[in-house]
């Protein structure tokens, strides 16, 4: 069963949010914030880590996003007074491509006794007849967490600019007998339609440590009834945040109805956990009778489970596409920088470039790649190929901006004998990245690129990989080693590390998207992505150099390397 | 008349034994200041408020934070007077470093750490706690040596309370 009403004049597909707050009307001058006022208008004119083509708004606080398509709608949370969390409202954006965009008035900020002190993070689904509904989470006047519906003001604007909440707000709510958490009680997700023609939707719970989907289905989509049980719970993982429920088709790299079910899917579980601020999501079977997941035998539910994205990456949310069938991820990538740092150059957040997400044809994992619109910035194509690069050596490449760069390489290697044994109490790899950073030399590896680099590498940023030989096959490891990426020693520069599945190990690939401050990686096609946030005070516009490095004893071959400028897109 | 005494002793035996078993006030401080790594300073910071008698672990963690506001806002006020007299230029960059990063912690860390406990959205207070407490240490790490930290004491008061703040908050998470 399916169907998500299709309309040939906007088909909208949402996504989701993020957690964050916000404050009572703009107005109310006795906040806490109001000094920051002042502290904003000194501003720094001189702006080295604004990106060129990520999305970013023009001043302060953005963490999350919600895409609403037809047009390609981006609501995301964010902070009109200030560049940290607080007086948090829905900000709004529209794209034709996902690549441009057009900022709007924000969609949705207190008004309602049940959303009074906060408007946070929900997502939207799209009913029959190709209306957009928004279901969030409000903070109330007792400030517990609530769930809201809102819906358009006039469905005949293509830009949904007005949204009207419902009378009935909240329909999800704490109460003494359903004894849900009252702060522990958030992150709406999408909701999807049962063989009973009930809508259901997750929200975000926990019970002491353990992280629960509570669930609740209705037929209307205002009365809304929780179920006996939850969809889904783990132990030890601590409160569920911005959950995410999904399938995906079992072989090709379309996307599928948010309600699909049967033997051409699987279904995603994935949640953002409080606790670390990393996610984590498993592969697993939906029974829609029951409204139980299922994870796959030998899934892992904890901090050490799959993520989307081993670096500096949260509140994400997919959405699907139905014009282009695909399956599409957002996700936040927060400041690495200190709040004094923020203030002064007047904004924090960036968003990651969108990127597809399919299954792998493994099965056991999820691939993704960023959006190919992305491509059409490219220029100033560079190339490379068949090029061996011996151990200790260091190639420039020439002729891209590389502070703004997509940068696509793959290496060859035929000769696996002197990698280095992996030890097999090396099973974190963030912490074995951190350990072996770039510089420490190796065997089969360091090899890989050097990005925001200065002239004398005094300042850079390696991403690479490192080849060990494990039990019964190679391993590949991928890390983003941010300890060299700037000379202010104020940033969080911890290193970032994934363990890349890639079998044959013929060909190992790489690409980077480059843009200032954000440093955005994807291992074996996809299969294991790193984003880092870096801040040189030397490697920034044209001071910032693009290299090839090889670090390890071994000579690698370079199998082609392909390089572009990117060119600024409109982000708001 | 020996009834009455044993009525009296009687009552007073169920009296004694039906005491209810009252939790503490200070049992609370004293576990959770356990999980923090400065017990000594996070036991008096807590106790000399008097909210803390009737605080639960949230009302503890917007203790903290207030304390962290109160020492950094000092901290900030020598900061100002210090800067008053410097002459030394390398004294004077880490002096004005300092104003930049003391107004971070009570301009926006605070207040976010605040509005994040209020309202059930710990993991803001621990982010936030952790910059405050990096602020404190990037200040002190700004001074050249020559010239020394003439706040080290202050920067270190602040960084720890902060520190107490960040393991207060994530008991909440």
Redesign the interface.
């Known amino acids: 069963m399916q169907n998500m009403a299709n309309s040939k004049v906007g088909f909208f597909l949402f996504f989701a949010l993020l957690v964050g707050h916000g404050i009572v009307e703009l107005e109310a001058s006795h906040h806490v914030f109001k000094n920051l006022q002042t502290v904003q208008s000194t501003a720094s004119t001189n702006q080295p880590y604004r990106t060129g083509y990520h999305f970013q708004p023009p001043r302060n606080w953005i963490n999350g996003l919600m895409v609403y398509k037809g047009l390609y709608h981006l609501f995301y949370q964010y902070n009109p007074k200030g560049a940290v969390w607080g007086n948090i409202v829905w900000a709004h954006s529209t794209s034709k491509d996902l690549v441009n965009w057009t900022p709007h008035d924000p969609a949705i900020y207190p008004s309602q006794p049940s959303d009074i002190n906060g408007c946070w993070s929900g997502s939207a689904t799209l009913l029959p007849g190709g209306k957009p509904a928004i279901i969030y989470t409000g903070i109330d006047t007792k400030n517990s967490q609530v769930q809201n519906l809102a819906t358009p003001k006039n469905l005949s604007d293509p830009y949904l600019r007005e949204w009207i909440k419902s009378p009935k707000n909240p329909l999800m709510q704490p109460t003494s007998q359903n004894q849900i958490n009252a702060s522990s009680f958030r992150d709406p997700t999408t909701a999807w339609l049962g063989p009973d023609k009930k809508w259901r939707v997750i929200i975000g719970s926990k019970i002491n440590r353990q992280g629960l989907a509570i669930l609740y289905k209705s037929k209307d989509f205002v009365n809304w009834v929780q179920a006996q049980t939850p969809l889904h719970s783990a132990k030890d993982t601590g409160m569920w945040e911005c959950p995410d429920f999904f399938p995906v088709s079992v072989s090709g790299q379309n996307g599928v109805d948010t309600s699909l079910t049967g033997p051409s899917v699987k279904h995603v579980f994935k949640v953002s956990l409080d606790d670390t601020k990393h996610e984590y999501y498993t592969i697993g079977s939906y029974d829609n009778v029951k409204d139980i997941y299922k994870p796959d035998k030998g899934s892992v539910e904890s901090d050490s489970g799959l993520r989307y994205d081993y670096g500096k990456f949260y509140a994400s949310k997919t959405f699907l596409d139905s014009v282009k069938n695909r399956r599409i991820l957002w996700g936040w990538i927060n400041e690495s920088s200190s709040v004094a740092d923020d203030i002064k150059k007047g904004w924090a957040g960036v968003h990651v470039i969108p990127r597809k997400l399919w299954l792998a044809k493994s099965g056991k994992q999820l691939t993704q790649w960023p959006v190919a619109e992305i491509e059409k910035l490219r220029a100033n194509h560079v190339s490379l190929s068949s090029k061996l690069l011996k151990g200790g050596s260091v190639i420039k490449v020439p002729g891209v901006t590389a502070a703004q760069a997509d940068v696509d390489i793959s290496f060859e290697i035929s000769d696996f004998k002197k990698a280095e044994v992996l030890k097999p109490s090396w099973t974190n790899p963030q912490l074995l990245c951190s350990q072996k950073g770039a510089s420490v030399k190796g065997s089969l590896g360091p090899f890989g690129l050097l990005v925001l680099a200065s002239k004398d590498l005094k300042e850079n940023t390696a991403v690479f990989f490192r080849i060990f030989k494990g039990q019964n096959k190679y391993v590949v490891l991928m890390c983003s080693d941010q300890s060299r990426s700037s000379l202010n020693q104020d940033n969080d520069k911890t290193t970032y590390g994934a363990f890349l599945d890639v079998d044959p190990l013929r060909q190992l690939s790489l690409r980077s998207l480059i843009d200032h401050s954000i440093v955005e990686s994807f291992g074996g096609g996809g299969k294991a992505c790193i984003t880092a946030r870096v801040y040189p005070n030397l490697a920034i516009n044209n001071a910032a150099h693009l290299y090839i490095f090889n670090n390890g004893s071994e000579a690698v071959k370079i199998a082609k390397l392909n390089a572009w400028s990117m060119k600024t897109a409109k982000v708001n | 008349m020996t009834k009455t005494i044993f009525l009296v002793i009687l009552q007073a035996v169920i009296s004694f034994t039906c005491l209810p078993v009252s939790y503490s006030a200070s049992d609370l401080i004293e576990t959770t200041c356990k999980q923090t790594p400065f017990f000594d300073l996070c036991v008096s910071t807590l106790q000399a408020d008097p909210r803390s008698s009737s605080a639960d672990v949230a009302g503890l963690a917007h203790i903290a934070a207030d304390s962290v506001n109160a020492k950094a806002t000092a901290t900030l006020n020598q900061i100002t007077g210090l800067l008053k007299s410097a002459g030394d230029p390398n004294l004077l960059k880490a002096l004005q470093g300092c104003v930049?990063?003391y107004?971070?912690?009570i301009?926006?860390?605070i207040?976010?750490a605040?509005?994040?406990i209020?309202?059930?959205?710990?993991?803001?207070a621990v982010?936030?706690a952790t910059?405050a407490a990096?602020?404190a240490q990037?200040c002190e790490?700004s001074f050249a040596n020559p010239p020394n930290s003439p706040i080290t004491d202050s920067n270190k008061a602040v960084h720890d309370l902060s520190t107490v703040l960040e393991s207060i908050a994530s008991l909440l998470?």
């Open positions: 930049d990063k107004n971070a912690i301009q926006a860390d207040p976010v605040i509005e994040a209020v309202k059930g959205n710990p993991k803001f982010s936030s910059d990096n602020e990037n790490n998470l």
